[in-house]
């Protein structure tokens, strides 16, 4: 053990919502508002977790209900890609990143505290300012990571610029690993293994 403690770090959860649009995919953010963290900026529906008995889609489900109002079947939630990160303040995080395509309801504000717009974006015009944590994840979902370290440098600034990003997407398993065959060619190479061995 390198350090004096062990990390305690928050985590949460974050919405990719999905839908078709004119353009190509678009993605769902809200703004922003009042006495909270990064007001002003666009960001992902998200939340933490209420305690150590609720999982990470139970928390997602639910505060996507709480905050756009909308319905998701827990067995409609996809893992997208998860990000640690560091603000420029220097709080670390963990943040898991769903992807979401189907749902009940039509996405609106729901707590105009903390709140103040949601709408449809594509991918490729997104808002700006954007929390810079939140573009992280964005990013390296559509780059198709599964992992991504976003620590920011005290003075960088809490909205996303890009001279600033300090993404790194951490690569998953290279070509040929067993992750990258496909299920029913596993199973049939397995099989020839056994009866080869036999």
Request: aromatic letters at 8%; hydrophobic letters at 40%; charged letters at 25%.
């Amino acid at each position: 053990m390198t350090g004096g403690r062990r990390h305690t770090e928050p985590l949460d959860v974050h919405l990719i919502a999905v839908r078709d649009g004119a353009a190509g995919p678009e993605v769902l953010l809200s703004r922003r508002a009042g006495d909270v963290y990064a007001a002003g900026c666009w960001h992902l529906v998200s939340g933490h977790l209420d305690g150590p008995w609720e999982d990470v889609v139970t928390a997602l489900v639910r505060e996507t209900r709480e905050e756009a109002g909308v319905v998701v079947d827990p067995a409609d939630v996809r893992a997208a890609v998860t990000v640690h990160h560091r603000s420029p303040a220097g709080g670390a995080r963990l943040g898991v990143f769903f992807e979401v395509k189907r749902w009940q309801g039509t996405p609106e504000v729901m707590e105009h505290r903390v709140c103040d717009a949601m709408d449809w974006f594509p991918f490729g015009s997104l808002p700006e300012p954007m929390v810079a944590y939140c573009r992280a994840g964005l990013d390296a979902y559509r780059a198709g990571a599964r992992l991504a370290v976003h620590f920011q440098e005290p003075g960088d600034p809490i909205a996303y610029d890009p001279d600033a990003d300090r993404t790194v997407l951490v690569p998953g398993p290279g070509p040929g690993s067993r992750e990258d065959v496909p299920g029913e060619v596993r199973a049939f190479a397995e099989q020839a293994v056994d009866r080869i061995t036999d």
